[in-house]
């Protein structure tokens, strides 16, 4: 490029941004030097650090009034404000430059979504010395609507939580304040606007149709989100105007909170989440002794699936154990098993443990504030990592990854296998409860990937013990009359401005259904076949089977009989073991009333399915694990795995050693061996005669399968020592 295209260029840039007549760009520039953006912010909130981070990006000059001073200006449900006013006057005062444009705004509850150089321009061509935020609702004083100038189009009522102005215009605005800290900002700059002397000396307007300033209360509707390149910007539907200053007044702090995980720049398609890189805690370089200590709480207050694995999983966290204490909280007394057998074997190595068992008949939500309390009296706790029984971590890094987060509340987000239910809610019905965001789906479908402020999380997060301490002071977060333990604390954790976060930036697991758990068997987890698919195929399928079909590893020992890993040493383990406990095996004999005709040809000493209910269990089994193998192995041939019988058999030297040769009643028949041969019995096995081949050594675990009919007559090799368990079923009779 030549010298000269560049000037033009920059010329053009200029002239687009619709300067008005005669400024030049370094005019410009220096003019939006003069802005000066001016607001009170007595803590520094999370709300407050999101302003700056905005005000930041786009370099922003931001004078901050009124730190460490006391609150006494009201909230948001009442007037108030009148403090803001009495601190901005006082600086003004200070201030000498008289070309200097202030910009007066909120920042808990405000974001930038542009730059100074578009908030210049639109404020020069509103023509006015003062500009005012504008509303749909007129407040605190409706009476006072009638005295308001009408206005062509947009909104007729003045905002105080954003006004733009020179500086002695404003000077003298707020000269006239001599009101208390607790009066209403918004009425006293209400009545200077409604004075129409006063408004034309002031020479003040109102910014109605949000070309500057958007304020949300009333304006939900009319707001969304519009992404441009590396940027998001939120546009006012009903005035078509891109808003300079994003302000979530009144109740509609929610609304500011899901805007602001897009607006500015926080994600965008094109960055993904910028957020998430900012302002880390890294624990790479630090020694074991140097970690976090962290009271880990685990919440037991229903009967679930998976306890053991829960506590499996709690055990390989990866975390020095010496930097996590305990506390466990357990409702339930069908669980006490579990739990004290981890305790037993584990608990010493963490660096303390508290424990309250069921017999101390304490609520939910007095163990929740127990479990807060062992974190925030020990003035080392540094974090509180809840974590529910229901929540299944799959990343041992979780606890790890949520620290270098360095947030507030940050839980990681999980959903119940292959469905939408997830343990953070984007938004909040205005009862209270749970709302869809916009954005829920693409959340958890990990559609867009990054952390995102949200209005409720439960079951896992990790918690800033300093906000034990601070904000969440109170003794008591989780009673409430009409909430939830968890409703009540996150409503506590929103109404003190902390903000809860979700990320999804890694898969961390996911949550169990606890619905349906039955607790009448000896192992109830056997039967979450239907409720908790992902957790039973991982605690009772083989670990190999998945790989079976693609590294051929179905064996063919006999003609037409294969042989292939189905399931863990926990679940033959489970599976003899609850047949055992049930115990009425048959007596082996040709009579047999549970079966059609009342009459069985080669009788074993076993237990049917249906007899301890798993008919139901066990087909869907065969229908997701077997049949799949089956229509590998017989092309062509599929199936619905049905059977009339299925059932564990067991052989002994001195009840039932062997069974004479037979053809079984079924297409095809899966025999799994259910325990090892050598420590558990000796001999065994299975002969087919045709063709004089035997399977003498059974696997644990390992599934034969071969036809029923015809072909495949067959008999049970003789058990000479210990005791022999086979599950079989005739497949298709
Ligand atoms: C802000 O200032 C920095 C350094 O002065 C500059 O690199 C950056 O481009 C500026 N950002 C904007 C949005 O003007
Ligand atoms: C307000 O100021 C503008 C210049 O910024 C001027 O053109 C306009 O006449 C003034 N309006 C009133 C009512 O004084
Ligand atoms: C699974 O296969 C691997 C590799 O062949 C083997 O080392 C491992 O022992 C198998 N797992 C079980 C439980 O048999």
Known sequence: MQLWQVLSAVFLACALALLP??????????????????????????????????????????????????????????????????????????????????????????????????????????????????????????????????????????????????????????????????????????????????????????????RLFQNLHGALDEVVLKFEDRHVRARNLLYDTLPVIIHGNGPTKLQLNYLGNYIPNTWTFETGCTLCQEDLRPLGNLKESEYPLVVIGVFIQQPTPFVTVFFERLLKLQYPKNRLKLFIFNKEPHHEREVSSFLQEHGSLYLDVKFIGPEEEMDGATARNLGFDMCRKQKDCDYFFNLDIEVVLKNENTLKILIEQNLPIVAPLLTRSGRLWSNFWGAISAEGYYARSEDYVELVQGRRVGIWNVPYVTSVYLMKAGLLRSELSDDDLFHSHSLDADMAFCERVRNKGVFMYVSNMDTFGRILSTENYQTSHLHNDLWQIFENPEDWQERYIHENYTHIMKDKLIETPCPDVYWFPIFSDIACNHLVEEMEHFGKWSGGANVDTRIQGGYENVPTIDIHMNQVNYDKEWHQFLLEYIAPVTEKMYPGYYTKAHFDLAFVVRYKPDEQPFLRPHHDASTFTINIALNQRGPDYQGGGCRFLRYDCSVEAPRKGWALMHPGRLTHYHEGLPTTAGVRYIAVSFVDP
């Open 21 to 210: 007549l005669g400024v030049d760009c370094d005019e410009q520039q220096l003019r939006e030097d003069k802005i000066v953006v001016v607001t009170v912010a007595t803590k520094e909130t999370d709300g407050f650090k999101r302003f700056m981070r905005s005000a930041k990006h786009f370099n922003y000059t931001v004078k901050v009034l009124g730190r460490g001073q006391k609150w006494k200006g009201g909230d948001y449900l009442s007037p108030g404000g009148g403090q803001k006013v009495r601190i901005l006057k006082a600086a003004l005062e200070e201030m000498k430059d008289e070309d200097k444009i202030i910009l007066f705004i909120d920042s808990y509850d405000v974001i930038f979504a542009s730059s100074p150089k578009e908030l210049l321009k639109k404020f020069l061509q509103a023509q006015h010395k003062v500009v005012f935020s504008s509303e749909t609702l007129i407040w605190p004083d409706r009476h006072l609507e009638d005295k308001h100038p009408h206005v062509r189009e947009g909104n007729r009522f003045l905002g105080s939580g954003g006004f733009i102005g020179y500086l002695p215009n404003i000077k003298r605005m707020v000269a006239e304040w001599t009101g208390e800290d607790d009066d209403s900002d918004q009425l006293f700059f209400t009545k200077i606007y409604i004075n129409p002397e006063k408004r034309k000396s002031i020479n003040m307007t109102l910014d109605s149709k949000c």
